[in-house]
């Protein structure tokens, strides 16, 4: 029976995996391996700019969790000396309440493993209001090898309001109002590695997307309310930098920005934001005994109106292969999941007992089907 090997990852590509755990770690083993026989090319060469997370290339490791909440009002709202019985207008004055006043806003962050959260809840401009307004929420945690992060907006719609002068005008006036939420979250966790060994290291990050992701969650009543239309997004980001090779950035029209150079450079969105989904990120580096590399990882969403993501399912580097004969001490003292790619030889015993046991299932499913 024929058993293609799978095709060797790219450096710095995502992709969906719909497998089980161990044979998970048995592909990306396989690529790892594959992979020693093309060298990475060394991102930092003709690279444009300052990269984006040159900021937390230091050689102190670090923290960081962000949490946004914003929300808006225009519309009317019943004076205070008015029952909710009279609906006139004179018994309405004009609220404008913008996602730009810091009044209006909510943020939360920490420097630290703590979860930050944000969020402008029903109620947030108080009484009076014959319209609900948009909410927004997110939440954050960062952990060495873990990022966690969701953003949640609804109810952002526009409507018309239709009332008559006083209780002695009849005459009817109308006005429009509508109400918008954002909201974001970050969580960035950076740590130092140090190889004992020149050689070759894959580092290995997961993406995972709880279910209930999507766009426009909010319908409103039929009539007078016309629903805002929403987006959301969410990306891992991860870099690599030498910091015992220090670099100039270019920047159009101005000074050049020192810092560490980036060795290796990689994102990952989701495929689908509608779906639980699984999605892999690998990336592959030479690495010289001795010296200090940064890793950075960052995960990021954002959402309005009416959207939601949901990587609180975790972004975690899940795994990473070393060459024979190389270790990885870390700044941070955390204990990631370090394995040796396995030698040549000992691969090949472990694909073709793979493809055993797959004959076996496939023998097995027809046996039961027939």
């Known amino acids: 029976m024929h058993c293609p090997a799978p095709a060797p990852a790219s450096h710095a590509a995502g992709r969906r995996r719909r497998v089980g755990p161990a044979l998970s770690t048995a592909l990306a083993a396989l690529a790892a391996l594959t992979a020693l026989a093309t060298p990475p090319a060394r ?4 690279w444009q700019g300052p990269p984006a997370l040159l900021a937390y290339a230091t050689e102190t490791p670090q923290l960081e ?6 929300s808006s009002f225009h519309g009317s709202r019943r004076q205070s000396d008015c029952t909710s019985a009279w609906s006139f207008w004179e018994c309405r004055e004009r609220l404008d309440a913008h996602l730009w006043n810091p009044v209006n806003q909510v943020e939360a962050s920490a420097s630290d493993s703590r979860v930050v959260q944000a969020a402008r809840p029903d109620g947030a401009f108080g009484p009076g209001l014959d319209f609900d307004h948009a909410t927004s929420r997110s ?13 949640h907006a609804w109810n952002a719609h526009y409507w018309t309001e239709r009332r008559v002068q006083s209780a002695w005008d009849p ?8 109400s918008e939420a954002r909201t974001g979250a970050r969580s960035v966790w950076a740590d130092v590695l140090v190889p004992s060994a020149d050689g070759q290291i894959t580092l290995v990050f997961e993406l995972r997307q709880h279910l ?37 950035y ?20 989701p495929e689908d934001a509608g779906v639980a ?17 940064s890793l950075v990882s960052r995960l990021s969403t954002g959402a309005a109106n009416n959207a939601s993501i949901d990587f609180y399912g975790t972004a975690e580097l899940q795994q990473i292969w070393v060459t024979p004969g190389l270790s990885l001490l870390s700044y941070s003292g955390t204990a990631y999941n370090v394995s040796v790619v396995p030698e040549p030889g000992t691969w090949a015993l472990m694909l073709a007992g793979l493809c055993l046991l797959g004959r076996r299932v496939r023998r097995f499913t027809l046996t039961t089907a027939a």
Not at 65 to 70: D, E, G, H, I, L
Not at 226 to 244: H, I, K, N, P
Not at 282 to 293: I, K
Request: hydrophobic residues 40%.
């Open 65 to 70: 969790s962000w949490a946004y909440a914003a």
């Open 212 to 248: 209930g992701s999507h766009w426009y969650q909010y319908q409103p009543p039929p009539g007078t309310h016309t629903r805002m239309e929403g987006w959301a997004s969410g990306y891992l980001d991860v870099q690599v930098f030498d910091l015992d090779q220090i670099v100039e």
């Open 139 to 151: 939440r954050a945690r960062s952990d060495f090898g873990a990022n966690l992060a969701e953003s």
């Open 277 to 293: 989904s699984v999605d892999t990120l690998t990336l592959v580096l030479d690495v010289t005994a001795g010296t200090r590399y």
């Open 171 to 178: 005459t009817v006036v109308e006005m429009t109002g509508h």
């Open 250 to 269: 270019s920047l159009v029209d101005m000074n050049p920005v020192e810092g560490p150079l980036i060795v290796a450079d990689g994102s990952l969105g």
């Open 43 to 46: 991102a930092g060469m003709g």
